[in-house]
């Protein structure tokens, strides 16, 4: 019965020049001099979504929905839900209170304005919220973010909060806010980031549904799963001067990509994380209690 459990599917909208492993390599004013491969890449998913009949979460950048306008309104006119990945994938721990303040509430309206509705939920660029960071919880409430799905319960060499709960949980004592954190699974004894990103993508397709799978069947929870509109595009530019590593990371089985999502996608069900964060919220822990 678990299998019927239905999974958060969602997607980073960023382009291929705003990702966090070349943020040392290309500057943000660079940015608009790129070729933009954003709008054709979210059309392809779009396609993909609606062959599947599933319905899924956009965590849009703020610069990108001040210049894609129409991509945004196709994403709420064809029933997904637009939510805010911030202004410009600055990690949150990199700013302060009131600097975090000021991208959320620009990223916020720039995302209403372009989609028409209502902004209810938010990932952290790079799932940056950890435990540097306990007044990101506090501006998410006060402008009315619902739901925030921006953790890592893992240890990462670029992010992770170790010990912060596996599943839901209600971060602030005076606020219905809750946080989903991305999936993760149990594996020789190690928790390891099962939610999509280098996990999905580089590793076979089995592990990921593995992973799915064990999280549904023995934890009994909804899965969330995330991926990024560049991860189906081979044909993007080649960026030069990043780490062998980064560049291993970024550009392994782009080819494959769109094919392992289709199987992904029929395997188990799926839905927007709006709907998971109103069915989890019971179920969420109090880490105020
Ligand atoms: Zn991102």
């Known amino acids: 019965m678990s299998d019927n459990l239905v999974n958060g599917l969602s997607v980073d909208v960023e382009d291929w020049f705003q990702v966090g492993a070349f943020e040392g390599v290309i500057d943000r004013d660079q940015w608009d001099s790129l070729g933009s491969r954003v709008e054709r890449n979210c059309e392809a998913i779009l396609e ?50 009131a600097s975090f303040a000021a991208d959320l509430d620009r990223s916020r309206k720039a995302l209403e304005d372009a989609g028409g509705v209502r902004i209810t939920g938010y990932r952290a660029p790079s799932f940056s919220i950890d435990q540097r960071t306990p007044w990101a919880y506090m501006a998410l409430a006060e402008q009315g973010f619902e739901y925030s799905s921006s953790v890592a319960p893992i240890n990462h060499d670029h992010y992770g909060w170790r010990n912060a709960p596996r ?39 089995g592990f990921s549904r593995w992973a799915i799978r064990q999280v549904n069947r023995q934890d009994k929870r909804p899965a969330v799963f995330y991926f990024h509109p560049w991860e189906i595009d081979p044909q993007q530019p080649r960026v030069t001067g990043a780490s062998m590593r980064s560049r291993v990371r970024h ?5 494959v990509m769109a094919k392992k999502l289709e199987q992904l996608i029929g395997d188990f069900a799926w839905g927007r994380m709006d709907l998971l964060a109103h069915r989890e919220r019971a179920l969420a822990v109090d880490l105020a209690a």
């Open 48 to 97: 993909m979504f609606a062959r599947a009949d599933v319905k899924a979460t956009f965590f849009t950048l703020g610069w990108v929905a001040q210049r894609h306008g129409p991509l945004l309104r196709k994403i709420v006119d064809a029933g997904h839900e637009l939510a805010s990945h911030g202004w410009d994938h600055e990690r949150v721990f990199r700013l302060d209170r």
């Open 251 to 255: 550009y392994t089985n782009l080819d």
């Open 167 to 205: 599943f839901a949980f209600k971060p602030l004592p005076w606020s219905d806010l809750i946080e989903i954190p991305v999936t993760t699974a149990h594996f020789a004894g190690r928790r390891l980031a099962a939610g999509g990103g280098g996990f999905f993508r580089v590793l076979p397709y």
